[in-house]
């Protein structure tokens, strides 16, 4: 480390970045008068703002522009702001470069509300985005100098267009993300398929992109140019401008500010240092932003160059090395086992950052990469002259981009069937930071001790232990301690679902939302996901309205569709809903998803372990008319040793009068229906008599959920009230015999 000062600065900014969030000051460049920008979101008023436009990106029923060097006019008064993106519903197209003025409504990012959601806010805080506009009208003020933005843009907008016309749609897709990161032609079931094959990093611009290209074009230009300096020149203007025209993202410029690194060291004639390389590239990036610290597409860009120059060749010496007199079969051998082992290499360093984010490890990672490296580099080649073809001749751009359209057909026929199988993309559950800590020491240690090896010096008497060291360090990534029980509530808007965990046996109970759109596949999956949770033993309905079913509906579609490795072995209803006209929108995905369906009424009794699930309602042989199926539903009493949970769905009325009667004490309590005025009335309190009363609710519910009178009659029995909408989710858990509530947002925010 003392031959590498650029890399003990890198650390050290790194560092001081990290205490300096810990510490809690600013660093991501937030706004002033963000009390005031505060107010303007919550009064969702008509705002002003005024900026110049970076980029432009085309939506299918919208355009959205990035601005810069943004003015925001709110009560008279002018806030600076960073960038924002501002997205309007309309055919007509500003020039990037332009200064504009758009009116519209001020919003920001939603932060994540249970564990495992996107947070939006954190992802885009990264990059200095911390509020959006929804424009209604825009201005033009001042058109661009230089057009030079615009023409890329164009540029980018007319590639897109004709390769859609050349190739056919899927082909055109990945092409567009892989080339020139256009994302707006990719279609949902590539996206899955390159992600069940471990393989995303191809969709998008990335540092293996930039050196391909550079390599090739730097070989091929001093092929016309004898003059290294000119040549090295071209090369690195050229890949500028494909750095900015793929949008300047954190791996592309690390690529790029590495790649001009390594020409300067070949015109100096000095040796190319990766890690020097590598460390200036993470200088330079942080010291424009610093949030970049803890974007994802960074820290798993500088992991796998990491991995490349440090990690793969300490792995690479251990294997034996074909003699001078050996065959050439065995050399190729040699060569394709070294290939292998650094592809193995590179996916193992990544992936405590990759069960980090996304919860997922793609098992088949290795083999596809093996696959399709040796074909990139003349894939994206042919497809960037066939592009540019197709500008001038859609013919001759069809001839150019018939062999990588072929080659993309068999990779996306590859992961299609790879998807298929079981284990592709398994599930492992969000690890602590901690967790991904010991395991990089586990990789640091492995790393030494094969370097130490390959000097033919030992480490005295710790030698032998430094594998199992390593081994021992990396395995306690996937160690999970659960608790004996918990029921987590989660925010999913104006809807219901709990999550229950018994030991090692998980099940729902309802999973719907309707003020938030494809809550099974944002909200409900991603938290199965992050808690580790593959199998679900069951999932209960309570009852067939759309805010307690749509989000279950999702699930079981994706596991019809194999876009999840997510299995249910059982979906239970109540027994009114059997031949009912609507429970097919059930019954058929379920049947899709090799999902079994039982049908339950009181007296009905499911046993897990220590945990016992008793169904207390609806009644045997009950008939429910039409819109009264909320004072039918499910209701479900949860007994684990000492402790008492009635999960009541949206049982009110006549539901509640039958059931006070026969009601005991219970813990705990998810209120019906919301929390609305008609239910948790003072019978069934005075029955229930619970300690902890959970609200299933958002902010500002149209509905008036929950309502004022069900809180205050929860407080005159002494109950303890969360509400999802100031709490998000909700975690109870209990051994048996106390109770302790968590909640995601904050800890002591109860109504």
């Excluded at 990012?109 to 424009?135: H, L």
């Excluded at 359209?405 to 298929?420: D, K, N, P, Q, W």
């Amino acid at each position: 480390m003392k031959k590498r000062p650029l890399c003990l600065a890198c650390i050290g900014l790194m560092t001081a970045i990290f205490l300096m969030k810990l510490a809690g000051l600013p660093i991501f460049g937030e706004p002033a008068g963000t009390s005031l920008i505060e107010d303007a979101v919550k009064e969702e008023t008509e705002i002003h703002v005024r900026g110049q436009i970076s980029r432009r990106e085309q939506k299918p029923n919208s355009v959205r522009y990035y601005l810069k060097n943004t003015i925001l006019f709110f009560h008279n008064q002018e806030i600076p702001l960073n960038t924002i993106y501002l997205t309007v519903q309309s055919t007509e197209k500003y020039p990037v470069g332009a200064e504009i003025l758009a009116a519209g409504v001020l919003d920001k990012p939603e932060s994540g509300r249970n564990p495992g959601q996107f947070d939006a806010r954190s992802y885009y805080a990264c990059q200095k985005i911390f509020y959006f506009v929804w424009a209604e009208n825009i201005r033009l003020l001042k058109a661009p100098a230089l057009p030079a933005g615009e023409w890329m843009a164009q540029l980018r907008e007319s590639l897109s267009e004709r390769v859609s016309l050349a190739l056919p749609g899927g082909q055109a897709g990945i092409l567009a993300a892989m080339l020139w990161g256009d994302r707006s032609l990719l279609e949902e079931d590539s996206r899955i398929n390159y992600q069940f094959g471990g393989v995303s990093h191809i969709l998008s611009i990335s540092g293996l992109h930039i050196s391909l290209m550079g390599l090739a074009l730097y070989r091929f230009v001093r092929r016309l140019l004898p003059l290294r300096l000119p040549a090295a020149a071209a090369a690195a203007a050229v890949m500028l401008c494909y750095c900015l025209f793929t949008g300047a993202q954190a791996a592309t410029i690390r690529a790029f500010l590495m790649f001009s690194v390594s020409l300067g060291a070949q015109l100096t004639g000095r040796s190319y240092d990766m890690l020097c390389a590598l460390s200036l590239s993470g200088i330079l990036i942080l010291l424009e932003n610093p949030g970049m610290l803890f974007y994802s597409g960074f820290q798993l860009s500088f992991t796998a160059v990491i991995a490349v120059g440090v990690v793969s060749p300490a792995a690479v010496s251990l294997l034996p090395k074909p003699g001078h007199r050996s065959g050439r079969l065995r050399r190729l051998t040699a060569r394709v086992l070294e290939t292998a082992l650094s592809c193995g290499v590179v996916w193992a360093a990544a992936l405590p950052l990759t069960a980090y984010y996304f919860y997922e490890i793609p098992l088949w990672s290795t083999l596809i990469n093996l696959l399709m490296l040796p074909f990139m580099g003349g894939l994206m080649i042919l497809g960037l002259a066939g592009s540019c073809a197709a500008l001038f001749s859609l013919q001759a751009g069809r001839l150019l981009l018939y062999a990588p359209g072929l080659l993309l057909e068999i990779f996306e026929s590859a992961m299609e069937l790879l998807r298929r199988l079981p284990g592709g993309l398994l599930i492992c559950g969000q690890p602590r930071p901690w967790q991904v800590v010991l395991c990089y020491a586990g990789i640091g240690l492995f790393v030494f001790w094969c370097r130490r090896r390959a000097e033919g010096k030992s480490v005295r008497k710790i030698s032998p232990a430094l594998p199992s060291a390593a081994l021992l360090l990396c395995s306690l990534l996937f160690f999970r301690r659960e608790p004996a029980f918990s029921l987590t509530a989660l925010d999913v808007g104006q809807g219901d679902c709990l999550a229950l965990q018994a030991g090692s046996v998980h099940f729902l109970v309802d999973g719907g939302s309707s003020s938030e759109s494809l809550v099974g596949k944002y909200r409900i999956l991603p938290y199965l996901k992050q808690q580790g949770i593959r199998r679900l033993e069951g999932i209960f309905i309570t009852h067939p309205d759309a805010d307690h079913i749509n989000g279950i509906q999702e699930l079981l579609q994706a596991i019809a569709n194999g876009d999840t490795q997510l299995s249910v072995k059982r979906l239970f209803l109540p027994e009114w809903m059997q031949g009912r006209e609507g429970t097919e929108a059930l019954t058929r995905p379920a049947a899709a998803a090799d999902v079994q369906v039982s049908y339950l009424r009181a007296g009905d009794l499911i046993r897990t372990g220590s945990c016992r699930i008793q169904v207390l309602y609806p009644k045997p042989g009950q008939t429910v008319p039409s819109g009264e199926e909320n004072s039918a539903s499910l209701v479900l009493a949860v007994h684990y040793k000492e402790m008492d949970f009635l999960l009541t769905g949206d049982l009110e009325g006549p539901g509640e009068e039958a059931l006070a009667d026969t009601l005991t004490a219970c813990e705990y309590l998810k209120a019906a229906h919301h929390g609305s005025r008609n239910s948790t009335g003072e019978a069934f309190l005075e029955a229930a008599a619970p300690a902890v009363c959970v609200i299933s609710a958002p902010e500002n519910s149209v509905y008036g959920h929950p309502h004022r009178e069900t809180l205050d009659r929860l407080r005159q029995a002494g109950t303890r009230i969360f509400c999802t909408s100031r709490c998000g989710a909700i975690r109870a858990v209990t051994d048996g015999q106390t109770i302790e509530v968590f909640t995601f947002l904050s800890e002591y925010d109860i109504l």
